[in-house]
T-cell receptor, first 118, second 117 residues
Framework: GAVVSQHPSWVICKSGTSVKIECRSL??????MFWYRQFPKQSLMLMAT?????????EQGVEKDKFLINHASLTLSTLTVTSAHPEDSSFYIC??????????????FGNGTRLTVT | AQKVTQAQTEISVVEKEDVTLDCVYE???????LFWYKQPPSGELVFLIR??????QNEISGRYSWNFQKSTSSFNFTITASQVVDSAVYFC??????????????FGKGTKLSVKP
């Protein structure tokens, strides 16, 4: 089955530092990847759509300069939380769609990254 | 606007009970796709089912069954003879077909199901 690997699973960082989260599709190519954020007991909110070789599309209210997304290859997208603050603490989940599949096919999700900013 | 509503925040049942998780969606699109995902405590989302707007046939997969009714814009999920391993948060989600959509999922807030032995 299609596997998405997300790393790290959890990270603790100090306020003001930057954290990079990697999302890899292991056995398929993904032109499009999505980054979601999940607060405790809440739903998944789409942060941005990452497209290989082009700029990410951010949802309204998401700071582009704070959440840097790079999709340099068909199997890797990264999310960098710059100058992290405690309010950025959350569960971040990436997802990917097989490039050979249509837009309505299921997304495959990574295991998520628990970010805690102290 | 597209929206998914899961009115039940938390449900607790005893093992072997049947349980239905409700999902109501809103969209003006005539072509759309509905999904259910399961999120166990470990955090990963597991795909359960996809249903397109033109197929109202109900589906059964083992202890799981889904009831899709366009007339009420609902896509409910029933677990028969629930088991402790069913304990998780279940999300209903929607993909619509409109210009500019890259197929991102629009999620409901999820229903946390606790199955007690």
């Amino acid at each position: 089955g299609a596997v998405v690997s997300q790393h790290p699973s959890w990270v603790i960082c100090k306020s003001g530092t930057s954290v990079k989260i990697e999302c890899r599709s292991l056995d398929f190519q993904a032109t499009t990847m999505f980054w979601y954020r999940q607060f405790p007991k809440q739903s998944l909110m789409l942060m941005a759509t990452s497209n290989e070789g082009s700029k990410a599309t951010y949802e309204q209210g998401v700071e582009k300069d704070k959440f840097l997304i790079n999709h340099a290859s068909l199997t890797l997208s990264t999310l960098t939380v710059t100058s992290a603050h405690p309010e950025d603490s959350s569960f971040y989940i990436c997802s990917a769609r097989d490039s050979t599949q249509y837009y309505n096919s299921p997304l495959h999700f990574g295991n998520g990254t628990r970010l805690t900013v102290t | 606007a597209q929206k998914v509503t899961q009115a039940q925040t938390e449900i607790s049942v005893v093992e072997k009970e049947d349980v239905t998780l409700d999902c109501v969606y809103e969209t003006r699109d005539t072509t759309y796709y509905l999904f259910w995902y399961k999120q166990p405590p470990s955090g990963e989302l597991v795909f359960l089912i996809r249903r397109n707007s033109f197929d109202e046939q109900n589906e059964i997969s083992g202890r799981y069954s889904w009831n899709f009714q366009k007339s009420t814009s609902s896509f409910n999920f029933t677990i028969t003879a629930s088991q402790v391993v069913d304990s998780a948060v279940y999300f209903c989600a929607l993909i619509v077909n409109y210009g500019g959509s890259q197929g991102n999922l629009i999620f409901g807030k999820g229903t946390k199901l606790s199955v007690k032995p």
